[in-house]
């Protein structure tokens, strides 16, 4: 596996061995490109992938889905597979820039949980295949806060003055919008400008406690020390705690979303065999194993039970606990009205 940083120079030094040695053709060398998350599969399973079918694949990550969709949107070439979440996946479908792809078709299908086999945006897995899913809360540092913090996002979107400068907000407008949505007692896709309008006071007034608002290096900002308190998808949280354990995560009593992230073709893709192939290979129980473990989160393949790791099952920032389960709030494509005020509130919050 190689970074697209590397791809320009090895295919280089290959046109080179062919016409040094006038054999082979490059046409013949089986590859795959993956544009996927930042730290979102392990190095060590793609090198596997690789070993047993022959395929190179070249790894390129991005930081949310609105920088992977801006990029296919403008016309980017060259990515066989993106891992875009549930909610974006019929806006891709609607701008042409993903294509069908016959999940059912596929041999290992068959492993696919029935509870993920015919989602709403997606129905019949016409476009996608599951990759992982989880929830997106807020960790804090139980060392380095005063008193108890309550189950709320009170704690985050309104902190503690002593918090001031250490917290951190994902760069996710999806996740931070719905966020404080369910906080203020508002659904998820409003059409109310005035909600809008509270939805950005109250995200304006957290903004000088924030230290940013980053998605990449969530984990290792947290272990570090480098801030108190971060919003983070469970997974994240989990693989946090292995290094620091007196990191919490918060299932807030409002709501929080709940999302499950694809794999996806794009439109235009020069490797769609390879690209099935690696979808197929992903639906094995053990191959998906393998990237929870890595990933810290669970995956929609059954029997994959049998290969996770013991301290993935017995976290509760993973394994929800049952009394939390009402708390979930499922993703949604928000009507064109609910989106263009999302957009609005990000663009002005980020301005």
């Not at 969709?69 to 996946?89: F, H, M, N, R, S």
């Not at 704690?155 to 001031?164: H, Y």
């Amino acid at each position: 596996m190689v970074t697209r940083t590397l791809r320009m120079g090895l295919t280089a030094a290959a046109v080179a061995a062919v016409v040094a040695f006038g054999g082979g053709s490059a046409a013949e060398a089986r590859e795959l490109f993956l544009y996927n998350w930042s730290n979102y599969i392990p190095p060590e399973l793609l090198k596997r992938f690789e070993q047993e079918t022959g395929i190179k694949v070249t790894l390129d990550v991005y930081d949310s889905n609105e920088t992977m969709l801006a990029k296919l949107q403008a016309g980017a070439t060259g990515y066989d597979i993106v891992v875009p979440t549930d909610y974006i996946i019929p806006r891709m479908v609607e701008g042409g820039l993903i294509q069908k792809l016959d999940s059912s078709t596929m041999e290992n299908f068959k492993n696919v949980k029935e509870v993920f086999r015919n989602p709403s945006w997606d129905p019949n897995r016409e476009y996608s295949v599951p990759y992982m899913w989880g929830t997106t809360g807020f960790s804090y540092d139980k060392e380095r806060v005063k008193g108890d913090v309550a189950e709320s996002w009170k704690e985050f979107f309104e902190p503690r003055e002593e918090l001031k400068g250490q917290i951190v907000a994902l760069n996710d407008m999806n996740d931070v919008i719905s966020s404080a949505a369910f906080y203020l007692g508002y659904e998820r896709c409003f059409e109310d400008p005035k909600k809008a309008q509270t939805v950005l006071d109250l995200l304006t007034k957290q903004k000088p406690y924030l230290a940013m608002y980053q998605s990449d290096g969530t984990i290792e900002r947290m272990i570090a020390g480098e801030v108190i308190m971060h919003q983070q998808w469970n997974g994240a949280a989990h693989r946090t705690k292995m290094e620091r354990p007196s990191v919490v995560y918060v299932y807030p009593k409002e709501g929080l979303p709940f999302w499950a992230d694809n794999f996806a073709i794009p439109k235009g893709a020069k490797n769609v065999e390879e690209a099935k192939e690696f979808l197929n290979w992903m639906m094995d129980p053990k191959n998906a194993a393998e990237a929870s473990n890595f990933t810290g989160y669970m995956n929609a393949i059954a029997g994959s039970d049998a290969f996770l790791e013991e301290k993935l099952a017995k976290d509760p920032a993973v394994n929800m606990p049952d009394e939390y389960s009402d708390r979930l709030r499922a993703a949604e494509d928000c009507a064109k009205p609910a989106q263009d005020l999302r957009d609005r509130i990000w663009t002005k919050l980020k301005s």
